[in-house]
């Protein structure tokens, strides 16, 4: 990216370029949502975590705050939201939601909606321990950049598996999260993705 990404300018790009239409999935028996917090300075951050190393799933990894829909959740929207009051203590009051990126499919059977929202700037965090083990603000011009992301291919039960992988600082980001990341990237950013 040659010129600065501002707050002002990734809203305008979120707005003007929806995500690509993809033929829907049925829908998952097992749904989930994420909150892909940007935080609302003149150069916006991305609002990480690190889950927590004791969880029996995906300990130790870098995520979006965000879990499974609960049978009182009205929509995927208010999973994401509680998800994040309860791993991050980031009250729903504080966010404002600007949309979704299309569903992706987790290794675990779930089919999990990123919505993207904007947060306040210089918040205090309330991380779960059982949950969080660390959160982490990455600059978003540098989460968006698309050459910051390595592809790896797996191969298993017959089935090809592309899977992205970066690094900031000492957070090893990949995974759903870094497809999370390039997906947005390459909503706002299409121009870099067409070379």
């Known amino acids: 990216m040659s010129s600065l990404l501002t707050l002002d300018s990734f809203l305008t790009r979120f707005q003007l370029q ?14 989930a949502a994420v909150l892909v917090p940007v ?13 927590a190393l004791q969880l029996r799933k995906h300990a130790g990894q870098v995520a979006f705050p965000g879990g499974m829909r609960d049978a009182s959740d009205i929509s995927l929207h208010v999973t994401a ?3 994040a009051h309860e791993e991050i203590g980031l009250q ?19 089919q999990v ?10 918040l205090r965090w309330y991380p779960n321990a059982d949950e969080v083990d660390a959160i982490f603000e990455m600059p978003l011009q540098e989460a968006l ?18 899977v992205w992988l970066s690094w900031y600082q000492d957070y090893f980001v990949w995974g759903m999260t870094a497809g999370i990341i390039r997906q947005l990237s390459l909503q706002v950013m299409p121009e870099l993705n067409a070379i």
């Not at 569903?103 to 779930?110: K, L």
């Not at 909606?113 to 210089?122: L, R, S, W």
């Open 145 to 162: 950049r698309l050459s910051r992301y390595a592809p790896l291919d797996i191969h298993r039960g017959g089935l090809h598996h592309r």
């Open 92 to 110: 729903p009051r504080q966010v404002r939601i600007i949309g979704t990126l299309p569903a992706v499919s987790s290794s675990t059977g779930f």
């Open 18 to 31: 929806p995500p690509p239409i993809v033929t829907p999935a049925p829908p998952a028996r097992r749904q």
């Open 113 to 122: 909606t990123p919505v993207v929202a904007i947060i306040p700037p210089d």
């Open 81 to 83: 939201l509680r998800e």
């Open 39 to 51: 935080v609302a300075r003149q150069q916006p951050g991305l609002l990480l975590t690190r889950r």
